[in-house]
């Protein structure tokens, strides 16, 4: 099968940093599809020649498992193509369809990778070029729009000329081998099933920590914040792959369907849960990895005087008979004390006590998504018995755990996100993307949170980099009695 795949936004950050070393990877493994071109699109002057240059130049400060030799660079640098386009000009897209019109491939991918203000001039532009064929797919990049009337407005545009089968919509955490084993561990074994609710189940924690700051990308996060960056896509995603009732297959429409009703049970926020629910934070200047890193305020590209946040902690409850009342706490940020995406699942307490266990301790299973892959489960234990104190002992438990490394058991060097995802589209499958009602039922939950924030005087919580985040975080699950997996 051969295949076209047009990459907007070509010589972007997101294609340095993720697409091309993934679809390098995807090359390296002898997964993609044989007879593919990959065509980066930019508004710079390039040649075919210098563009396959910088990619090799950027392959240098890329994590890529091994570095590639000369010959299987050069094999792969044989893929690429640039076009030079200025992608408000109808002229250019003439050229496009010139380019891709020299063979017809049986897949043609446009990878929208550019900033959403432009998502739905491409797809205009690309239409009346006559580029919106049956075989086309089109793939865009999150944040797709900044609110709900915005995310609307994109997804009636792009429904008018592809239908929602040809398109694509990416969060790349859906990829990840962790939480492709989260539906494995849900959907493949029967034996959490009977335990996966409201009567055996305390909470359910979210952890998406990132230590880096925003780097060089402060201008894209001023408008954005971890609201809209992380919290509206990735977590929203992971805590309906948590939630979600058991699919009655694998198709795509089948599990998005169950997606959706997690994110129209999510509980309305009110004044008083905005007020009590939400903490926002912003990183001041502080230690990271041992180094003094600055505040987010001193960081280039973003206003000295910004409130826009770096940290999100939420308490939320999804209002359906299996879940009712079983808090969920979702926590992300940048520059906070290491980078360690988790989901902790905290099951009840024995319901009476009969050894002098430590009260509080109870079973916990963690689904460790990052930098770790893998599973622990928490288990109370008899330990190894003292003979001066052996009915002591008797009496006391430790905990102890099971844990299974996904990275040592199936081998470190598995399918990343990216090279999953871009391969599902080559391929036309869809379940790991986002569909329309999905993303809007997911910006018309966190709107509130924005409204309140857009008319709150207080501002972000400040916290020190290389911490859990604002005091504020942990008083606000201490009240219901709980506390954050790191903090016991
Ligand atoms: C992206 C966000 O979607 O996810 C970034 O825009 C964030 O701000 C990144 O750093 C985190 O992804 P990962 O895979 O490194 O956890």
């Known amino acids: 099968m051969s295949f076209d795949l047009v990459l907007f936004g070509g010589t972007g950050d997101l294609a340095w940093r993720k697409l091309m070393p993934a679809l390098f990877q995807a090359f390296r493994h002898g997964t993609l599809p044989e007879g593919g071109r990959i065509i980066g699109v930019g508004r710079d002057d390039l040649s075919h020649e210098q563009y396959r240059d910088l990619i090799r130049q950027r392959f240098d400060k890329v994590d890529l498992a091994k570095r590639p030799s000369a010959d299987e660079f050069a094999r792969f640098a044989a893929l690429l193509e640039f076009v030079r386009m200025d992608l408000s000009k109808p002229d250019d897209y003439t050229r496009l369809a010139q380019t891709l019109q020299e063979r017809q491939a049986d897949t043609v991918v446009m990878y929208v990778a550019t900033a959403p203000a432009l998502f739905t001039t491409v797809c205009e532009q690309l239409a009346a070029s006559g580029l919106n064929t049956p075989h086309t797919r089109v793939v865009l990049e999150k944040p797709l729009g900044h609110d709900l009337a915005?995310?609307?407005?994109?997804?009636?545009?792009?429904?008018?000329?592809?239908?929602?089968?040809?398109?694509?919509?990416?969060?790349?955490?859906?990829?990840?081998?962790?939480?492709?084993?989260?539906?494995?561990?849900?959907?493949?074994?029967?034996?959490?099933?009977?335990?996966?609710?409201?009567?055996?189940?305390?909470?359910?924690?979210?952890?998406?920590?990132?230590d880096l700051g925003v780097e060089s990308r402060g201008a894209f996060y001023e408008t954005t914040g971890a609201l809209r960056d992380m919290v509206q896509n990735h977590a929203l995603q992971l805590l309906c792959a948590i939630a979600m009732e058991p699919p009655i297959n694998a198709h795509a429409d089948a599990i998005r369907d169950e997606k959706l009703k997690v994110l129209r049970s999510l509980k309305p926020w009110t004044t008083e849960s905005l007020t009590q629910d939400v903490v926002r934070g912003q990183y001041s200047a502080g230690v990271s990895g041992g180094n003094k890193v600055p505040a987010y305020r001193d960081e280039p590209g973003v206003n000295p005087h910004s409130n826009t946040e770096t940290f999100v902690a939420l308490r939320t409850e999804i209002a359906n008979w299996r879940w009712a009342g079983v808090p969920f706490y979702i926590r992300t940020g940048k520059r906070l004390a290491g980078r360690d995406a988790r989901i902790v699942v905290n099951f009840r307490p024995t319901p009476h006590a009969i050894f002098n266990t430590h009260a509080g301790l109870a079973n916990r299973l963690?689904?460790?998504?990052?930098?770790?892959?893998?599973?622990?489960?928490?288990?109370?234990a008899q330990g190894q018995e003292n003979r001066s104190s052996r009915a002591a002992a008797a009496q006391n438990l430790s905990p102890v755990q099971l844990d299974l490394d996904f990275d040592k058991r199936f081998g470190a060097e598995r399918v990343g996100a990216y090279e999953r995802l871009l391969l599902d589209v080559i391929d036309g499958r869809l379940n790991l993307f986002v569909r329309s009602d999905e993303q809007e039922e997911a910006w018309r939950w966190v709107e509130p949170m924005i409204n309140h924030w857009a008319t709150d005087s207080q501002g972000p919580r400040p916290y020190a980099s290389g911490t859990w985040g604002p005091s504020a975080s942990s008083a606000m699950i201490a009240r219901d009695g709980f506390c954050w997996s790191e903090e016991n």
């Open 150 to 210: 915005s995310n609307r407005a994109i997804n009636q545009t792009v429904r008018r000329f592809f239908s929602e089968n040809q398109i694509f919509r990416i969060d790349h955490y859906l990829g990840k081998p962790s939480v492709q084993n989260l539906f494995a561990l849900r959907f493949g074994n029967a034996l959490f099933e009977p335990l996966w609710r409201r009567e055996h189940i305390a909470n359910i924690q979210i952890t998406m920590a990132e």
């Open 366 to 380: 963690v689904i460790n998504l990052q930098p770790k892959d893998g599973l622990e489960l928490h288990l109370m």
